[in-house]
């Protein structure tokens, strides 16, 4: 989607999503949970997936802002808001979904990953059902042979969007505790056998949000 093809609604919305984030995002207090995980693969220089929910979007890509992650977002207009809003500070886009796009964005996908890139995928984006584990970064991980790094956040004061996600915005001064799982390798023959390892993952997320709860 282009700048020309945006209707001015989403660039004021893109605007104001992006000065908002910018002035929220400064006061929220940060504590860090299994960092050894993730400073383990860049010590290594090894490719990997951030996988997280889309409800937890918003206090994560705050977190790892200007860290030149490759983050894939949905050809909607709702996530070319995001989209942009995440490019204002310091991602770099990756389009498609697991409903448009799919086949495109799994090639990039795998492509950033063998030029050791660091990718963000939400497995349950952008229509849900919400913490259901698509098979999009499972593929790409074993294709790549990247790990899967899981990621969640615990926020202790948010407004909740009436989504279908039901979307995390932390409201100014809150803490958000931010925990990564140990990294999960998906060893298999074929794309099929590779999504058959989505209840690990799942598991994977569940034990990463209980460390972030505790």
Not at 22 to 42: F, K
Not at 109 to 115: M, Y
Not at 121 to 127: A, E, I, K, L, Q
Request: hydrophobic share 45%; aromatic share 6%.
């Amino acid at each position: 989607m282009t700048d020309e093809t945006l209707p001015v609604s989403a660039h004021a919305a893109i605007t104001l999503g992006g000065i908002a984030l910018q002035a929220l995002g400064r006061t929220w207090r940060y504590e860090v949970r299994g960092s050894e995980h993730l400073e383990a693969l860049r010590l290594h220089g090894s490719p990997f997936i951030f996988s997280l929910w889309h409800g937890q979007l918003l206090p994560l890509i705050w977190h790892h802002r200007n860290q030149r992650v490759a983050i894939l977002v949905s050809e909607h207009r709702d996530g070319e808001i995001i989209a942009r809003v995440a490019q204002s500070i310091g991602y770099r886009l990756i389009r498609g979904s697991s409903t448009r796009g799919a086949d495109r964005a799994l090639l990039a996908l795998v492509r950033q990953l063998k030029a050791g890139a660091e990718v963000a995928v939400t497995p349950d984006g952008p229509r849900g059902p919400a913490r259901s584990y698509a098979p999009g970064a499972l593929i790409a991980a074993q294709r790549s042979g990247a790990a899967i790094l899981p990621i969640t956040a615990h926020v202790d004061n948010a407004w909740h969007l009436s989504s279908w996600d039901r979307f995390i915005i932390p409201k100014p001064f809150a803490k958000v505790t931010v925990a990564y799982g140990a990294p999960v390798y998906v060893e298999a023959r074929s794309s099929r056998e590779a999504t058959a390892a989505a209840s690990r993952l799942q598991a994977a997320m569940g034990d990463t949000e209980k460390l972030a709860c505790a």
